[in-house]
């Protein structure tokens, strides 16, 4: 299939050249955060690769110096603004945690296999995200972290799960308690991701993996990965309703209402202070 470009947004660049499609995020100046919308539209981009014909292989990435940076802030302030605290946990409850394990199960589940290119800094979501592809391959400048439990909560979009089955459960306990960094070296060393490539090498290296594993049919691979991940594909849908659910109780509760309502308030004083310097 000759180089094209399918889509082009503001936040989302889709493209397939030689029968490897890509999902690039597209937020360089929001650390390729997600907003409901935005993680919507990354998974269904993925899923609508996986039913283009010539297409045997996607893979996921982002723009500049980072992966994906998890939620947007920015989005989850407007709605604070807006609504108050209790729109914004509802918001979290109703919308936010729900659309990003909807894009989790479209990646767990794509038919192609789906290379997550890690080309920056991955946390929370942003880390979640590739946790659910086939392969992962990093940036030597890329850093790790499931910073959840900064916000008091668990790994919503499947970390709690899928992390341990990587790397062990002694090592992704203690990322997912203390959410520390690991940098590019460790999670090669743990198991994290396969290749660590240096940064320009990176798109280069990850097109050619996916092509490698469009070695035979189609649905010679779907059918092998979907028996592969039978077992763990329902221990996952069950992992992130009870992520989904431990979450919606613990914003409930006073101290994490008040690690997020912090968060609000330092982006709150730091937009003041970029306006005030304007």
């Not at 993925?46 to 996607?58: C, M, N, P, R, S």
């Not at 709605?79 to 659309?99: K, R």
């Not at 459960?169 to 960094?181: Q, V, W």
């Not at 280069?204 to 035979?216: C, K, L, P, S, Y």
Request: proline share 3%; charged share 20%.
């Amino acid at each position: 299939m000759a180089d094209a470009v399918i889509e082009s947004t503001d936040d989302i660049v889709i493209d397939t050249v030689d029968g490897v499609g890509t999902v690039r995020l597209n937020r360089p100046d929001r650390g390729n955060s997600v907003t409901p919308d935005v993680v919507t539209r990354m998974g269904d981009a993925v899923a609508d690769l996986a039913e283009t014909d010539g297409i045997g292989a996607v893979v996921l990435t982002g723009t500049g110096k980072v992966f994906c940076a998890g939620a947007d802030v920015k989005d989850m302030y407007a709605v604070y603004s807006a609504d108050g605290a209790d729109g914004l946990m509802n918001y979290l409850a109703v919308t936010w945690m729900p659309a990003v394990q909807r894009t989790v199960r479209l990646l767990w589940n794509n038919p192609v296999p789906v290379i997550a290119a890690y080309n920056g800094h991955a946390t929370a979501g942003g880390l979640d995200f590739g946790l659910s592809c086939d392969v992962r391959l990093a940036a030597s400048q890329a850093r790790f972290a499931e910073s959840y439990v900064n916000l008091g909560m668990v790994p919503v979009a499947g970390g709690a799960y899928l992390l341990p089955k990587l790397i062990g459960l002694e090592k992704a306990s203690r990322m997912i308690a203390t959410g520390e960094f690991i940098d590019a070296e460790q999670a090669l060393a743990a198991g994290m991701v396969s290749e660590v490539c240096d940064t320009e090498d990176l798109a280069r290296r990850a097109a050619e993996v996916a092509r490698q594993m469009t070695h035979g049919p189609v649905a010679t691979y779907a059918n092998a990965k979907r028996i592969a991940r039978a077992a763990a594909t329902v221990e996952l849908d069950a992992a992130l309703k009870e992520s989904l659910a431990a979450n919606i109780a613990l914003i409930a509760r006073p101290e994490v209402r008040s690690l997020v309502l912090d968060v609000m308030e330092r982006y709150s004083l730091a937009k003041a202070s970029r306006a005030g310097r304007d």
